[in-house]
């Protein structure tokens, strides 16, 4: 049984030294996916193929927007005067009429997702091949994506362990400076309606 045993951890300890060393022999490299593809001429034939998109949802929400709002202020002005059936009446319109600018903004959002998934699919396969061009060539074990702006997984890499400008030469780009992100604030999202009160 002690044989066993000694001969389990012997293994295990061989196991152990075998894994730390090939450890140290891998490199571990990154790259700012985001900025590469931002140098992508793709990536700009997709923002022009959706912004056509994003401007028809924005101005259709735009007109459902003003629709209830000047329907809105109608019924403000002679909720008190109506017959308590046509105040219900106006009530369920509008409050039908919120459901479809949910509804549309929803889907518009939706769709432009989708959209930009199908657009972009081909150039983050044309992205991850240069990368994966760009390891082996380089003896890479391991490429991690360190995000240019936002959040990341890598809390400290040293640039020389820096491949994206290697990827983009590799993708035949010459980076131009990159522009301010941009804003955050999603334009699709409904203004805050308030339902209207039963009198």
């Not at 022999?25 to 034939?45: C, T």
């Not at 991850?128 to 390891?135: L, N, T």
């Not at 040293?158 to 131009?176: A, Q, W, Y």
Request: aromatic letters at 6%; proline letters at 5%.
């Amino acid at each position: 049984m002690k044989k066993i045993i000694c001969v389990s951890l012997q293994a295990s300890v061989l196991l152990l030294t075998c894994l730390k060393l090939q450890a140290q022999s891998e490199r571990v490299g990154f790259a700012r996916i985001d900025y590469i593809v931002s140098q992508m001429p793709e990536s700009k034939q997709v923002e022009s193929q959706l912004s056509g998109q994003q401007t028809q949802a924005e101005t259709e929400l735009k007109r459902l927007q003003k629709e209830f709002d000047e329907k809105y202020a109608s019924y403000q002005k002679t909720g008190t005067q109506l017959s308590e059936t046509v105040r219900k009446d106006r009530e369920t319109e509008l409050q039908n009429l919120q459901t479809r600018i949910q509804e549309f903004s929803r889907s518009a959002q939706e769709s432009l997702q989708k959209k930009y998934s199908q657009l972009m699919s081909p150039v983050l396969s044309k992205v991850q091949q240069a990368i994966d061009s760009v390891a082996k060539q380089n003896g890479y074990g391991f490429i991690l994506n360190a995000a240019s702006t936002g959040s990341s997984d890598v809390l400290y890499a040293s640039e020389e362990n820096n491949i994206t400008d290697l990827v983009i030469k590799r993708l035949g780009i010459t980076p131009v400076p990159s522009v301010p992100a941009p804003s955050t604030k999603n334009p699709l999202t409904p203004k805050s309606t308030v339902s209207p009160k039963k009198k």
